[in-house]
C-alpha cells in the first residue's frame, strides 16, 4: 500500500479527478515533451461528459500555455476506466507522440503501458486493513505507531502541514460571501450558518451547525476553485477537516493530536484507493464521500481513545451506510449535491463513531468486506449515475425549476 501522503494532495478545486488529475499529467507530459509548439488533448467518458462544469478545459489550457493547446471533448467511452485523456505533443502540425493517461482518483493518474512518472513507490507491506490489525495486535501497537512504523517521524510534519491548509481552508470559507462560479446562482451559506448560531438553543443544534459550517466553508471553497485538500478527493473535502476542526476546539486537542488522528484517517483511505476506489467517475459517489466519512470517524476513533477494533468499526459503519450512493452533480458542477452531502456525511461520521463505542463487540462485517462490496457496486452502477451528469438530479434539474 502506497504512504498515506497519496491521500493529502493540497491544491485548488473544484475536482482532484478533472482538474487537479489532468493539471499533472499536462504538466508532466509537456516536461518530457520540450521541443513541442503545441498540444491536443482528447477527453473521454466522465472527463468529457463533466469536463466544462469542472473546468478540465480551463486548466489544461492554463497549463499548457503559454503554447497553445486544443481541447476535444470525445462521445467515446475508454473501457479501461472513465476518466481518460489522450495527450499529443505537436510540432509544426505533425505529431510527435501521444500519451494515454488515466486520472483515477485523489489526483492520481496512471499511465497507459508504463508507470506514471514521479509514482511513489509501496510504503506498506500490509494490504488489508485485517492484516494491519494483526500486525498491530501481535507487536501491542497503536494505529499512530503503525504509521510511524512505516513513515517515519516525518510524516507527522507533513500532517501537520496538511492541517494548516485544512484550517486554512475552513477559515477563509467562513469569511466568504457572495455567489458561486457556474451559472447555478448559488450562494454561499457557511458565513451565514456559522454567523446565527444560538448558544442558547439545544446543544445538539449547536453542534450540528458548527460542524456543518465548517464542512460548508471548506466545500464552498473548493467549489470557487479555492485551495482545499483532497481526503480522499476534491469533492469529499469538507467532510474530515469539519469534523476535526470542531472536536479540536471541543475537546482542546493539540495540532499533533490532530495530526495523529489525520494519521488514522490516512490508512482507511490509502486502503479505499488500494482496494476499491475513491473515483466518482469510477464508483458514484461512495468513492468519495462514502470513504471521506469512514476516514473521519476513523479519525474520531483515534480521538476518543478507542481501540483498533472500534476505530474499524466506526470506520465500517461509515462507509457502509453509503452503499449505492450516485454520482450525479448538476451541470457538472461541484455543488448540488456535493456540497450539502459533506455536510451530512460529517454528521453521520460522529453519529458512527458513536455508534463503535457502544457496539463493536457485536459487529460481523469488516471494513475490508465493505471495501470490496463498494468497488462490486459501483461498477456495477448505471453509467449515468458515476459523475456524467446524466442521471438522478443532474437530468431532473431544470434551471428554471
Known amino acids: 500500500m502506497r504512504s498515506i501522503r497519496d ?39 466522465s472527463l468529457s461528459k463533466t469536463g466544462k462544469g469542472h473546468g478540465t478545459d480551463r486548466i489544461l489550457t492554463e497549463t499548457f500555455a503559454p503554447l497553445p493547446a486544443e481541447i476535444v471533448f470525445s462521445q467515446e467511452t475508454v473501457e479501461q476506466h472513465p476518466n481518460t485523456l489522450d495527450l499529443t505533443a505537436l510540432r509544426g502540425g505533425r505529431e510527435l507522440c501521444t500519451q494515454r493517461v488515466y486520472s483515477v482518483g485523489g489526483g492520481d493518474l496512471e499511465w497507459e503501458g508504463r508507470p506514471a512518472p514521479g509514482q511513489e513507490q509501496e510504503t ?111 469533492g469529499s473535502c469538507g467532510v474530515l477537516p469539519a469534523v476535526l476542526y470542531y472536536f479540536q476546539d471541543k475537546r482542546g486537542l493539540s495540532d499533533l493530536d490532530v495530526a495523529h488522528a489525520l494519521g488514522v484517517a490516512g490508512l482507511f483511505g490509502a486502503l479505499a484507493k488500494r482496494n ?71 454528521m453521520r461520521a460522529i453519529n458512527s463513531a458513536n455508534l463503535a463505542y457502544f457496539l463493536a463487540e457485536t459487529r460481523r462485517i469488516s471494513y475490508d468486506m465493505v471495501l470490496k462490496t463498494m468497488y462490486e457496486t459501483g461498477i456495477h452502477l448505471n453509467r ?18
Open 7 to 45: 491521500i493529502y494532495k493540497a491544491g485548488r478545486g473544484p475536482s482532484s479527478s478533472h482538474t487537479m488529475g489532468p493539471a499533472r499529467a499536462a504538466a508532466l507530459f509537456r516536461e518530457e515533451t520540450p521541443e513541442a509548439d503545441a498540444y491536443r488533448a482528447v477527453l473521454y467518458g
Open 124 to 234: 506498506y507491506f500490509e494490504n488489508s486493513f485485517a492484516e494491519i490489525k494483526e500486525f498491530c495486535e501481535f507487536r501491542y501497537i497503536s494505529l499512530t505507531d503503525y504509521v510511524e512504523l512505516n513513515e517515519g517521524a516525518g510524516i507527522w510534519d507533513d500532517l501537520l502541514e496538511i492541517w494548516s491548509v485544512m484550517q486554512r481552508s475552513i477559515q477563509e470559507g467562513l469569511a466568504a460571501s457572495g455567489e458561486l462560479p457556474g451559472g447555478l446562482r448559488i450562494e454561499r451559506k457557511a458565513k451565514s450558518i456559522h454567523d446565527h448560531i444560538l448558544v442558547n438553543k439545544h446543544p445538539e443544534i449547536i453542534e450540528c451547525q458548527r460542524v456543518c459550517s465548517y464542512a460548508y466553508a471548506v466545500s464552498e471553497q473548493n467549489a470557487g476553485n479555492g485551495l482545499v485538500v483532497t481526503a480522499p478527493t476534491c
Open 276 to 346: 476499491a476506489s475513491v473515483s466518482g467517475a469510477e464508483c458514484g459517489c461512495q468513492a468519495e464521500i462514502g470513504v471521506a466519512c469512514a476516514m473521519a470517524a476513523a479519525a474520531l476513533g483515534q480521538i476518543f481513545g478507542y481501540s483498533v477494533k472500534r476505530i474499524e468499526y466506526a470506520a465500517e459503519v461509515a462507509l457502509e451506510h453509503h452503499l449505492g450512493l450516485t454520482c450525479d452533480p448538476i451541470c457538472g458542477l461541484v455543488q448540488i449535491p456535493c456540497i450539502e452531502r459533506n455536510a451530512v456525511a460529517a
Open 384 to 401: 449515468g449515475y458515476r459523475e456524467t451528469s446524466e442521471g438522478g438530479l443532474a437530468r431532473l434539474y431544470s434551471r428554471r425549476g
